[in-house]
């Protein structure tokens, strides 16, 4: 018997109740940053084809589409979706100097309240859980109660980028960190035929072995220390400069890796391991795989592309879906 994590609370997953008349149909939204946006297009393709998940589990943007879609503002969020641009994304960064995150997140917080109000997951049609990690503990925390919008963003708190929420009596980021594409939760939660959709399936060739390495002749050299500010004036400069430099840091860089790569690139790294792992020991009724690693994780100006490809992915997985559904009807 599997128990449910939660604030202050355990509930014993053995006694949720599933929908009488056909299987409990439950849908896994993974993490995948930018690239989450596909998930409109999958919740698109399920609609057209009258398919209604009776529960929906989210971690990162998996948790906010899948919010969205609780509360009928699927179309809204697709709308601001499909309105981002490079100077729009930057406008909504924050950014701190100092503090446990880059972003302090206020900015999305606020469009994100606009969109999904005081809502509350139990009140939602449909039962719902956004994965997040404890800090310190490293507890996979399963947001099954409380503020809808709380949840969502303390799901896709990436560490170092976003800070750290505090829900429940508890330090929460990014469930990525321990349950990229959660669908033990969503069996937990009653779930009969499972379709889970996982937005890293197409890196191929990532984490092979590289058994032999060394330095080569055209290395490049070291980086040379940068002279300090001569003057006063030259370090006030700096200071008000260094938020537009963090965000250009955050959004793009040179040859040599940003910041931002280096920090979502090791996310990803790990993620893509550990969702390997974690599928192979529970793998769902039907997995979806967008192909869409062409998309950065922080490609949020390309929504329209994200969906599209989502969309794509999920026709070709409707027979598969609709054939589990009937085995078990």
């Known amino acids: 018997m599997t128990s449910v994590d939660i604030p202050n609370k355990t509930v014993d997953a053995g006694h949720v109740g599933v929908k009488s008349g056909g299987p409990s149909i439950g849908l896994v939204l993974g993490s995948g940053a930018a690239r989450g946006f596909a998930h409109i297009g999958v919740m698109r393709a399920l609609q057209a084809h009258g398919i209604k998940p009776d529960i929906i589990v989210g971690t990162s ?3 906010l589409v899948g919010g969205c879609y609780g509360t009928d503002q699927l179309d809204t969020l697709e709308d601001w979706a499909r309105s981002l641009t490079m100077r729009r994304i930057i406008g909504y960064l924050d950014v701190r100097i100092g503090g446990s995150g880059l972003i302090g997140g206020g900015r999305l917080a606020n469009r994100l309240q606009e969109s999904i109000g005081e809502a509350m997951i139990e009140d939602l049609p ?15 925390v399963w947001l099954t109660r409380g503020s809808l919008s709380l949840a969502v963003r303390a799901s896709y708190a990436l560490p170092g980028i976003f800070s750290p929420v505090y829900l429940g009596g508890r330090w929460l980021v990014d469930g990525a960190l321990v349950n990229p594409v959660p669908v033990s939760a969503a069996r937990a939660l009653g779930a009969r035929v499972v379709i889970a959709v996982n937005m890293d399936a197409d890196r191929f060739g ?11 002749l055209d290395d490049a050299p070291p980086v040379p ?14 200071i008000f400069s260094a938020e537009r430099a963090l965000k250009r840091q955050i959004i793009s860089g040179d040859s040599r890796p940003s910041f931002s790569t280096v920090m979502v690139e090791s996310f990803n790294i790990m993620q893509d391991r550990l969702t390997r792992m974690r599928l192979a020991g529970d793998p769902p009724d039907v997995h979806i795989t967008p192909r869409i690693g062409h998309i950065g994780w922080l490609d949020f100006h390309r929504a329209a592309e994200s969906i599209a490809v989502g969309r794509a992915a999920t026709e070709k997985a409707i027979d598969s879906i609709t054939e589990s559904i009937a085995d078990l009807s």
């Open 126 to 140: 449909i039962r719902f859980a956004a994965i997040a990690t404890e800090i310190g503990t490293g507890h996979e």
């Open 61 to 63: 943007m998996g948790a």
């Open 225 to 238: 220390v940068v002279e300090h500010a001569r003057n006063g004036f030259a370090r006030l400069r700096g």
């Open 206 to 216: 990532r984490g092979t072995t590289i058994a032999s390495h060394g330095s080569a």
